[in-house]
């Protein structure tokens, strides 16, 4: 085994057979001290913290669930986000938005209608795939808030988790956890940035930020026409989700939305579709 | 009652339902750990084996097993190194298959050495001129590797993620993930290929020894080439019966027809292989030590049948099912080559180990069998209540199937 042990003697045998031995365990050992190394270092930082959890999330989100945002608004046919959803350093998005400000742009329409499958989505503010909000202010803040989806889902939680102000928050980290019906989501951050106030129960938003830097980065998030598609989509997952074994999916031709979705979908499957909304599998 | 620690858009059974399905299993396992507490304590005197007979039951069982864990290994292999990312789907189940099988033969040796408050003299003072010393260093080493990629999969449990840490440190091992496949790889091929050479290089047993490439016989590449031909097979079968088992769908279709597709070649190859072996070895080999071959199969239940089906039906025509793109298309035929594929496996397995020590090799000397003693067997079905239990907990708290939740409805 080590030299001065009874029976180790410096023949071919020995120094070939523990020679090959011996570098396989320092390979092995070295790997797990790598990653314990710089999982040390990592989880010192709140930041990274937060997204190792994201990035752990978004790997076990399912092909479909990933759909790129130019799938969605029709720019491309198929196209699986492999980014996290993190269009600013996806080198394709850079190209799409490109080629879509060459393009010649049609004429605007007269008035966006302000609701999708009953779901309101408003244009003055953008959208994050986490079913969030942001809205800049005149004052260079930034509100954010639950999209009208996520707020007919978790309706008026039974336990909220809120930041405290001057919280740091990181895009698609954890930005507050919201308990309803026995169900704990964590509802991710759309945008970074620094909490400055917590809304109330009466207030449409939930937190205001102070974005980091002079002028908040907001390229991964959809505007309201990227939106519409977008919501389409979700609330057309959301339908398979609750469709029943007997009669498969069935898409509704009129009513709205019940204000109290969470009362409505059975307590098995509630679980499972805050999950599906808020991408956290 | 434990739905918090079962992942979001799976379905499983109540937890009653699922303790009822553990509680035979954990009956068995319970047997075994009597029947390992006789032999720790009393010795090997409570097993069947003897002078003429030192590797029994629990030889083949490790053997057996090491070689359908290779689909561990080499679905690694296949998704790291070669970049087939359709086997992501049944990577985390082939590494806990791997890591129960390899658990299980370690658990078993620990028994069998007799003495194994000793068993660390093996790493102390190694006889580097044995395969059995390079078998035990990387059978080791590999499950350390096993343990480590088995790792990641329990810390992305529902709960468990919750802490911040584990995740960063499952994140940073996963990076690190392909040098492990390839260490995997590497230790994997010698300790397959050395279980083979062990029976290759027994100069006085005339119906395993085997001429060869170096100092390797033939026996040390048709292991490596049988195991690695099962092992996709084998986290074929697997998958499968949980599937029927739970009711979900695990993975898509086309994943059973790659897995069968890459088992099927090779064990084509194998059989081809292994059929020129027999011929050298029965013309040449054997005569040459004195024994006219037809006496290997003089004696009952080891006749020439035994090679026929070896060969033929556990090994031919599993390949040729899984060859046929028609047949692959068809679960139950899928299914019919994987069982018949791993049943071929054991069976050479058995044969290398029980009829190489069953055959007289001297004029004076009988034919002898064996039986295993019912502590022996007892040990042996620990290893496998011992295995679902393991795989049980595992698929319902862990994510071993990531399209399973793409399977479901939405």
New interface residues.
Partial sequence: ?LPG???FSWDQ??I???GI?YS??I??AT??V???F???R??SSAR???L??W??DFE?L???DRRCRHELSGEVASRTCENFFSCRECMQHQAFVALAEAAPRPPADAEVPPMVAGFALPADRLYHRGHTWVRPEEDGTLTVGLDDLGMHLMGKPDRLELPEPGTRLVTNGTAWRATKNGVTVRVMSPIEGEVLAVGGESDDWTLKLRPEGEKADTRHLLCVAEARPWMLREVE?LH??L?TEDVG?ALADGGVPVDDLASAIPPQQF??VC??VFL?? | MDSSLILRGVRRCSTKRFLAWLAPWAVMAGIGVFAIGLCLVKGLNQTNMDNRFAFGLWIFLDLAVIALGAGAFFTGFLLYILRRDELRAVINSAVVLGFICYSGAVLVLAVDVGQPLRAWFTFWHPNVHSMLTEVTFCITVYLTVLAIEYLPIVLKNRQLRKVPSFLVFEGELHKLMPVLAAVGTFLSFFHQGSLGGLYGVLQGRPFAFRDGFAIWPTTFFLFILSAIATGPAFVLLTTSIVSKISGARLVRHGVYELLAKISGWLLIIYVGLKSVDTIVWLNQTAPRSGINPSQFYAWQPFGTWVLIVEIVLLGLVPALIFMSPARRRSLPWLLTGSVLACLGVALNRLVMTIQTLAVPTLKFEPFMTYWPSWQEVATFLFVIAYGVILYSLSFRYLRLFPQEREMQKY
């Fill in positions: 085994m042990i009874y029976e045998g020995h070939i057979f523990l031995f396989v365990v390979v092995v790997t797990v790598i990653a314990l710089r999982a040390l990592r989880s990274d913290s937060e190792a959890r990035h752990a076990d399912a092909p479909k997952r398979v989700a469709a999916a679980d499972e999950g599906m956290e599998p």
